[in-house]
C-alpha cells in the first residue's frame, strides 16, 4: 500500500503568525518584550517547549531577576496558545487539490508532527482535514518524536506500507533526517520554517516548489 506522510506546519499550513501571537501573550504576562515572527519561523519545527525556550531566552536580560518556574511559563502558553491554534493559519498553494487528489487515487495519507495533539487536532477540525488523513502522528503521541524515525516506522507499520512505497514531505532539516534515518524518499518545499537556512542545505532527496507533484511519484513506483 503506497503512503505519503507530511509535516504539518510550514509544509501544510503556516501557522507562524497564530503561533507569534501566542507566544507574545505568554511573554506579556511575564512583563516581557514581545519577539517577532521573524523569529518564531526560525524556531518552529522542535515543539512548542523547544520554542517557548528560544522566545525566553530572548528575553534574558528582562527575565533575570525573576523567579518563575517554567511550568508556569508553559501553562500560560498553553492556554494562549489553545485559544489562538487555528484562528489564522493559511494553506500552501496546492494544499488542498493535492491532498483531494491522492486521496481519490486511493494512496494513504499521513500527518507527522511535533506539535502537540490538542492543538494538531484543533487545527485540523478547523480547517475540515481529518477528512484526507488515515493517520496523525503528534510530539506527544508516541515515546519519541522527530527525529526520531520511530515515528515513520510506526507509521509504515501500521498503515502496511513499506519504506520503499511510502514518500515524506516536509519543509525542515528536521523532516529529512527522520525520513533518511527510516529509509524513506524525502521531498522538501523551500517556503516553510528551517531555522532561517535554506532546505536545500539539508540534501532532500527532491526540492519541490509545492506539494502537487506528489501524486506523480507514486504512478512512478507502482
Not at 506546519?9 to 504576562?29: P, S
Not at 528560544?54 to 531577576?65: C, D, F, K, S, T
Request: contains cysteine; glycine residues 6%; hydrophobic residues 40%.
Amino acid at each position: 500500500m503506497s503512503l505519503v506522510m507530511y509535516d504539518l506546519d510550514g509544509t501544510l499550513l503556516d501557522t507562524a503568525t497564530e503561533i507569534t501571537q501566542a507566544v507574545n501573550l505568554t511573554l506579556e504576562d511575564f512583563s516581557c518584550r514581545h519577539v517577532d515572527e521573524a523569529e518564531v519561523r526560525r524556531w518552529i519545527g522542535h515543539g512548542t517547549g523547544w520554542l517557548m525556550e528560544q522566545a525566553w531566552a530572548a528575553n534574558a536580560i528582562h527575565v533575570a531577576n525573576k523567579s518563575v518556574p517554567w511550568s508556569e511559563v508553559m501553562h500560560r502558553f498553553m492556554i494562549h496558545y489553545g485559544d489562538t491554534a487555528g484562528t489564522s493559519s493559511q494553506f500552501f498553494p496546492k494544499v488542498i487539490e493535492t491532498l483531494q487528489k491522492v486521496k481519490s487515487i486511493g494512496i494513504k495519507q499521513a500527518i507527522i508532527t511535533n506539535k502537540e495533539t490538542k492543538f494538531t487536532e484543533r487545527i485540523l477540525q478547523k480547517y475540515e482535514l481529518n477528512q484526507y488523513f488515515d493517520m496523525v502522528i503528534c510530539g506527544d503521541t508516541l515515546p519519541f518524536k522527530k527525529p526520531h524515525p520511530g515515528v515513520i516506522e510506526h507509521c509504515i507499520h501500521t498503515l502496511q506500507s513499506s519504506p520503499g512505497n511510502s514518500l515524506f514531505v516536509g519543509d525542515s532539516e528536521i523532516d529529512v533526517a527522520t525520513a533518511k534515518a527510516a529509509g524513506v524518499v524525502c521531498w522538501a518545499v523551500p517556503y516553510g520554517y528551517n531555522h532561517g537556512r535554506p532546505i536545500s542545505m539539508a540534501d532532500p532527496d527532491r526540492l519541490v516548489s509545492d506539494i502537487s507533484d506528489v501524486p506523480n511519484y507514486f504512478r512512478g513506483i507502482q
